[in-house]
């Protein structure tokens, strides 16, 4: 352990002192395969579990020191260094296997966007999603990303590519306008979005020099973040889409996998070759849809996966508890992540970001109360069941993760 910590520092030393470290050895996860309705690893089965840490290409709750990117408009910025390293520190601590993380995909629209208006490429947006892929797969985390949103939120989505075809719709105005559905029609939009998903995969890592259609540290691209149609719960992202899409994705990174990110399980969907994965998203917890949505993908031997849940429980609902016994029960389960981790504000180690949505996890800040800690013992239980398959206490102390933040637990160099 000794030897592999002195290892990794001198890496670190070495990553900030060269522009391109160790390309000699590329760091690289092992990818992860589907069989029917498992995932592998090595041959191995492998559970996708961890948390949703929205905001690792592009922060909104952190306003930066003077000089630094900044848009005051989203009040958006480059999250540091530090904060994304801690936060694997953090995933590794939990017994997680992965992150879903919708700023490493979905970037358009934003003065700081990898797209900030259609076809025009910032450079600069890559460094904190280089960082992040490349901090992932040092602390031996997969990553589940989305390359669209189905709201016009911060970091961009589907109202940008409406817009820059010419279509004056914005979520708050036109949420129920039948015109939104030419995001997944119009043969122009769908043409530009390709575009995006192709500067996105092929851009080339200045951490690892793999693409991020090569790293098999991203495991998964999903479609979308809660893809639907014009009438809330309508599940109305049309098949003919999610396939060319998927086919898409896969010509590009053919050992990746694919998520239909369509906001529920849409049976149409089910029969669609390229997807390996159907999930769904939980506000409140509700056990009869989860079993429903099993049931449904489990015929089509497809994975399931339970892509957001509210982990406090303060929306009402089932029990987190019953929720994660049928997640652990069965086979068809891939994995589930949580809504949503947040660390301290790197390098401050003495403050926690915090966001505004009543779901933030701060993992191990001192003031968290006696009944906030039992949840986030509950989860870590969850993961090491579903990804060692060992039963732990659920009175188990949670790891520490000083800061600056440790070296990984299970080191990949
Ligand atoms: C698709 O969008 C373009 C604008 O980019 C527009 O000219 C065209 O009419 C649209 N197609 C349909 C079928 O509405
Ligand atoms: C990065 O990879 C590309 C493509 O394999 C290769 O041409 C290039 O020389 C590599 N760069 C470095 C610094 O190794
Ligand atoms: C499912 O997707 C199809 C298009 O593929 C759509 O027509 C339908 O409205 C969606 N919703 C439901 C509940 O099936
Ligand atoms: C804990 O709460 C106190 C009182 O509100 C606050 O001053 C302090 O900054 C908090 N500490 C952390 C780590 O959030
Ligand atoms: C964090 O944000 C939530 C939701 O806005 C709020 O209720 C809570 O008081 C905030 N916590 C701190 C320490 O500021």
Same mark, same amino acid.
């Given at each position: 352990?000794?030897?592999?910590?002195?290892?990794?520092?001198?890496?670190?030393?070495?990553?900030?002192?060269?522009?391109?470290?160790?390309?000699?050895?590329?760091?690289?996860?092992?990818?992860?395969?589907?069989?029917?309705?498992?995932?592998?690893?090595?041959?191995?089965?492998?559970?996708?579990?961890?948390?949703?840490?929205?905001?690792?290409?592009?922060?909104?709750?952190?306003?930066?020191?003077?000089?630094?990117?900044?848009?005051?408009?989203?009040?958006?910025?480059?999250?540091?260094?530090?904060?994304?390293?801690?936060?694997?520190?953090?995933?590794?601590?939990?017994?997680?296997?992965?992150?879903?993380?919708?700023?490493?995909?979905?970037?358009?629209?934003?003065?700081? #966007?990898?797209?900030?208006?259609? +076809?025009? /490429?910032?450079?600069?947006?890559?460094?904190?999603? !280089? @960082?992040?892929?490349?901090? &992932?797969?040092?602390?031996?985390?997969?990553?589940?990303?989305?390359?669209?949103?189905?709201?016009?939120?911060?970091?961009?989505?589907?109202?940008?590519?409406?817009?820059?075809?010419?279509?004056?719709?914005?979520?708050?105005?036109?949420?129920?306008?039948?015109?939104?559905?030419?995001?997944?029609?119009?043969?122009?939009?769908?043409?530009?979005?390709?575009?995006?998903?192709?500067?996105?995969?092929?851009?080339?890592?200045?951490?690892?020099?793999?693409?991020?259609?090569?790293?098999?540290?991203?495991?998964?691209?999903? #479609?979308?973040?809660?893809?639907? +149609?014009? /009438?809330?719960?309508?599940?109305?992202?049309?098949? !003919? @889409?999610?396939?060319?899409? &998927?086919?898409?994705?896969?010509?590009?990174?053919?050992?990746?996998?694919?998520?239909?990110?369509?906001?529920?399980?849409?049976?149409?969907?089910?029969?669609?070759?390229?997807?390996?994965?159907?999930?769904?998203?939980?506000?409140?917890?509700?056990?009869?849809?989860?079993?429903?949505?099993?049931?449904?993908?489990?015929?089509?031997?497809?994975?399931?996966?339970?892509?957001?849940?509210?982990?406090?429980?303060?929306?009402?609902?089932?029990?987190?508890?019953?929720?994660?016994?049928?997640?652990?029960?069965?086979?068809?389960?891939?994995?589930?992540?949580?809504?949503?981790?947040?660390?301290?504000?790197?390098?401050?180690?003495?403050?926690?970001?915090?966001?505004?949505?009543?779901?933030?996890?701060?993992?191990?800040?001192?003031?968290?109360?006696?009944?906030?800690?039992?949840?986030?013992?509950?989860?870590?239980?969850?993961?090491?069941?579903?990804?060692?398959?060992?039963?732990?206490?659920?009175?188990?102390?949670?790891?520490?993760?000083?800061?600056?933040?440790?070296?990984?637990?299970?080191?990949?160099?």
């Amino acid at each position: 352990m000794a030897l592999l910590k002195a290892l990794y520092f001198l890496l670190l030393t070495a990553s900030n002192t060269l522009a391109l470290p160790s390309i000699a050895k590329p760091h690289r996860l092992s990818a992860v395969v589907r069989e029917g309705s498992k995932l592998l690893v090595d041959g191995k089965q492998w559970k996708a579990v961890g948390p949703n840490v929205y905001w690792l290409g592009l922060d909104e709750n952190v306003t930066p020191p003077t000089g630094e990117p900044y848009d005051p408009a989203t009040k958006a910025s480059y999250p540091t260094k530090e904060r994304v390293t801690e936060i694997m520190a953090m995933v590794n601590a939990l017994g997680g296997t992965m992150i879903r993380a919708h700023t490493l995909g979905v970037s358009t629209g934003n003065p700081l #966007s990898i797209w900030p208006a259609k +076809g025009v /490429v910032n450079e600069e947006a890559f460094k904190s999603i !280089d @960082w992040a892929v490349y901090q &992932a797969g040092l602390y031996g985390v997969h990553l589940l990303v989305p390359l669209v949103d189905n709201y016009d939120y911060y970091h961009g989505g589907k109202y940008n590519f409406l817009r820059w075809a010419g279509f004056d719709f914005t979520q708050s105005r036109d949420s129920n306008n039948p015109g939104i559905q030419q995001f997944y029609t119009n043969a122009t939009i769908v043409a530009t979005f390709k575009d995006y998903i192709k500067t996105l995969l092929t851009h080339r890592n200045q951490y690892n020099n793999l693409t991020y259609a090569e790293d098999p540290t991203i495991f998964a691209y999903e #479609s979308g973040n809660e893809l639907l +149609g014009p /009438v809330w719960g309508d599940m109305n992202c049309p098949a !003919d @889409w999610v396939r060319d899409i &998927a086919k898409y994705v896969k010509s590009l990174a053919p050992n990746k996998l694919f998520f239909d990110g369509t906001y529920g399980i849409n049976k149409t969907h089910l029969d669609i070759e390229e997807v390996d994965v159907f999930s769904d998203h939980f506000y409140p917890i509700d056990t009869k849809k989860l079993n429903a949505g099993i049931e449904a993908v489990e015929s089509a031997g497809k994975v399931y996966y339970a892509g957001e849940y509210d982990w406090v429980g303060t929306s009402g609902g089932d029990s987190l508890e019953s929720f994660y016994q049928i997640l652990e029960s069965s086979p068809t389960v891939g994995g589930d992540s949580f809504w949503s981790l947040f660390g301290r504000n790197g390098p401050d180690c003495n403050t926690f970001v915090n966001h505004s949505d009543g779901f933030t996890l701060q993992y191990g800040n001192p003031n968290n109360t006696a009944y906030t800690n039992s949840r986030i013992q509950l989860i870590r239980k969850h993961f090491i069941a579903m990804s060692q398959g060992k039963t732990i206490d659920p009175g188990e102390p949670l790891p520490p993760v000083p800061c600056p933040a440790p070296p990984p637990q299970r080191p990949r160099i």
